[in-house]
């Protein structure tokens, strides 16, 4: 192909980001973010658009350029219907409308960027990439919940998992980290963003993860609470007279570290800890024993790991989470080099002793690469 760039969209509620790279060299070319759409200033996401539009040709790469192949779209949840990269066309759009219901906060706003990208550049091919595809391989016994089977096929009700594209693109550049290609190794990813989860990868393929119907299961969160006895939500309701609306919005935003301590941004968590501050202690402290138990479970899981990979925002920066969640963890062959886990870089790095069974890394993550890889490569598309 002689059109060898991408442009990447994610198009949130109320925020458009892009990124446009050349897939042959991955140079970002140009990057941005349009942010409080429908709130005033950026009525909506056909304005965002026109925005970002205006944006690349400012910066020499209008849409119209002959040498953009592809439009990727960040897309959230694919259900069981969308388990690979996928060319959008007018019946993509229809089915991705009948999972609003799994994903209503997500899904519409994708739909909307994609319908808007489309309008804009009817001529041009776009590939909508889901959030949920890497976990299609997860097996039954791992995808599916211990409830009512009949109800649970009525409403669509299994484990999906979210954030695939970091899970595939860190699981493969943690197993080219070690010299080894994907298919030879088990590696347990932890994405720990402002969203939070775990997967285990064995062998290149996704069988397990920590988040479930929606990205509200699993580790703690910024916000999210993670796990919780479902019976809290029954006893909201019955003892403290809650609306499941307000109890849909304590556990997805006034859970994780917010309400523990109050704070979600991990930095300042720590600073408050030097403080001696014994709530952002203890928020700590849920964290990373959430993340020790699933990195516990997943080692059963997988039987054998070469690798555990730390990834995103407080994966790739905080040192202080890496030392605490595994400590403790020798008899799972798992040790900490402190000097190389205190060292900070951008590049991914091994943090593990020399004689720890299971490599530890930082293998910093790169989702909109991955989108452009995976739109690029449907569409023939060879990459370096
Ligand atoms: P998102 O899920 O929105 O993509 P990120 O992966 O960017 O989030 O992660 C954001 C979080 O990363 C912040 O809330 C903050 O807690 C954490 N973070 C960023 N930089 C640091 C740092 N230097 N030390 C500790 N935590 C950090």
Known sequence: MTATRVLVLNSGSSSLKYQLIDMATHNRLAQGIVERIGEGEVADHTEALRIVSAELAAAGHGLDDPRLAVIGHRAVHGGTRFTEPTLIDDEVVAEMQKLVPLAPLHNPANITGIEVARALRPDLPQVAVFDTAFHATIPEAAARYAIDAATADRFQIRRYGFHGTSH?????????????????????????????????????????????????????????????????????????????????????????????????????????????????????????????????????????????????????????????????????????????????????????????????????????????????????????
């Open 168 to 384: 595939a693109y860190v699981s493969r550049a943690t197993a080219a980290l070690l010299g080894r290609a994907p298919e030879e190794v088990n590696v347990i990813v932890l994405h720990l963003g402002n969203g939070a989860s775990a997967s285990a990868v064995e062998q290149g393929r996704c069988v397990d993860t920590s988040m479930g119907l929606t990205p509200l299961e699993g580790l703690v969160m910024g916000t999210r609470s993670g796990d919780v006895d479902p019976a809290v939500i029954f006893h909201l309701a019955r003892t403290g007279g809650m609306g499941i609306d307000e109890i849909d919005g304590l556990l997805n935003k006034r859970s994780g570290l917010v309400g523990l301590c109050g704070d979600n941004d991990m930095r300042e968590i720590g600073r408050r800890i030097g403080e001696g501050d014994a709530s952002a202690r203890l928020a700590f402290d849920v964290y990373c024993h959430r993340i020790r138990k699933y990195v516990g479970a997943f080692t059963a899981v997988l039987g054998e790991v070469d690798a555990i990979a730390f990834t995103a925002g407080v994966g790739e920066n905080s040192a202080a989470v890496r030392e605490a969640s595994m400590r403790g963890l020798g008899a799972l062959g798992i040790e900490l080099d402190p000097v190389r886990n205190a060292l900070r870089s951008t590049a991914a790095r091994v943090i593990s002793a020399d004689d720890s069974r299971v490599a530890v890394a930082v293998v910093p993550t790169d989702e909109e690469l991955e989108i452009a890889t995976q739109a690029y490569s449907l569409l023939g598309g060879r990459t370096s």
